[in-house]
């Protein structure tokens, strides 16, 4: 069956993307995705990583679970699924070109922006209509590619520590990827093949995921944030380079 073998870049995209989830909470797809777009077309990517994203958001919401608030998470979730929508019928329907550079404008912007963020010394939650934008535009962004750094921008103005940003970002992106499960289904974009290939890739996530739960435990999680970022616009100007 088409679709069922892995090859080394592969592993290598998901043990680097769940090192940087293990560390952060988020940015899995975006390190995911980013590596894997060069050479595969987003609609071939992002129902296998929903899949392999599933299991490692149930398991850093349970180990922050003390720190989560569901008054927090249910805007946020609807709002995502809200936009959820148009974004999965962009991703199934559109221009394959069109969809990657877009991916590496979405890419660069959203790296330049939350690096930015990274040196401000008082964080701005924001106006609500700004909050409001960001929820419905991490839906879109979500449904086409399962991004959930805008949802990291949100969840960054709504808490206040880092087990509680965790926490409340991994329901919320549970919810979300509950949500498109069924979407995906029902659209035919998750297969047998995907499904598949899902399950030979789970080991590989499993172990980048400890690894950087482990890492965060010795390692300042702003300096390996600031790395993946820089790594993510770099790739996203490279993306928008080469489909111009």
Partial sequence: MKGLELDTLMIIAVLCAY???????????????????????????????????????VLIAWKERKAIDIKSCVPLATLVFLGCIPGTFLLKNGNVGTVKLFFGVVVTAIGIEMFCREYQKKKHKGSRAVLLGIGLLSGLLCGMFGIGALMAAY???????????????????????????????????????VVWQALLLMPFMIIGLFLGMAAAKVMKESVVKRVVLVMLILSGISLIISNL
């Fill in 155 to 193: 969840m960054s103005r709504t808490t206040d520590n880092s087990q509680a940003f965790k926490g409340n970002l991994c329901v919320v992106f549970l919810a979300e990827n509950t949500f498109r499960l069924i979407l995906y289904t029902w659209l035919g974009i998750i297969t047998k093949a």
């Fill in 19 to 57: 090192f940087v989830k293990g560390m952060c909470g988020f940015a899995n797809t975006l390190v995911h995705s980013t590596i894997l777009s060069f050479r595969n077309n987003n609609i071939n990517i992002t129902p296998v990583e929903l899949l392999i994203g599933y299991p490692s958001n």
